[in-house]
Nanobody
């Protein structure tokens, strides 16, 4: 089992920045590929960004490319999401997720993740 706890959400004005963090515990963090997903009211959960087990590989949804950056620290067992130039359409609950071998099929498919955090709310006002 891997336990994931997100933090850093909040209310920010459009154009502002937030940094989300996800702390992992349980099994060896460096064995897992990590991702951030988000879900807005009435919408399906969608991928935001993902990073491979050693931090060398990252993928981003087109909607956040150039604005968001995912990073991980295996020594601290954390994965962060730096969000800049936020837009009202970025408003959602953001979830951290850990994926094993199935991640390699499609890193942006939520079905390929095994463990999920409880989520943190991000609200961007216009």
């Amino acid at each position: 089992q891997v336990q994931l706890v997100e933090s850093g959400g909040g209310l920010v004005q459009a154009g502002g920045s937030l940094r989300l963090s996800c702390a992992a515990s349980g099994r060896t963090f460096s064995n897992y590929n990590m991702g951030w997903f988000r879900q807005a009211p009435g919408k399906e959960r969608e991928p935001v960004a993902t990073v491979g087990y050693n931090g060398a590989t990252t993928y981003y949804a087109d909607s956040v490319k150039g604005r968001f950056t995912i990073s991980r620290d295996n020594a601290k067992a954390t994965v962060d999401l730096q969000m800049n130039s936020l837009k009202p359409e970025d408003t959602a609950v953001y979830y951290c997720a850990a994926g094993g071998i199935r991640w390699y099929r499609n890193p942006l498919d939520r079905q390929n993740y095994d463990y999920w955090g409880q989520g943190t709310q991000v609200t961007v006002s216009s």
